[in-house]
């Protein structure tokens, strides 16, 4: 019945799950975006509202990010030298 419940684990089927809160890939903002939960079970992650794999989501993450330090690099950095 609460707010934000998580689903049970895809692999092992367990519900001794919890909400991922820091990823190196992600910092504290991509898991939460994600919903990124990982199974203390067999530590698979996951998304926790869908069930499923977050891997594409974390690329696409990746790739946003990597783009937008890219930009702001050239922004700053630019080379009008
Ligand atoms: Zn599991």
Same mark, same amino acid.
């Given at each position: 019945m609460a707010?934000?419940?998580l689903l049970p684990c895809p692999n092992c089927?367990?519900?001794?799950v919890y909400s991922?809160?820091?990823?190196?890939w992600g910092g504290?903002? %991509?898991?939460?975006m994600l919903n990124h $939960? /990982?199974?203390?079970?067999?530590?698979t992650?996951?998304? %926790?509202?869908?069930?499923?794999?977050? $891997? /594409?989501g974390i690329v696409v993450y990746s790739l946003v990010i990597f783009a937008v330090v890219f930009l702001l690099y050239f922004l700053?950095?630019?080379?009008l030298t």
């Open positions: 707010a934000g419940t089927q367990s519900t001794a991922v809160k820091f990823t190196w504290v903002l %991509g898991p939460k $939960t /990982q199974c203390t079970n067999c530590n992650t996951y998304n %926790g509202k869908t069930g499923k794999s977050n $891997t /594409q700053f950095f630019g080379g």
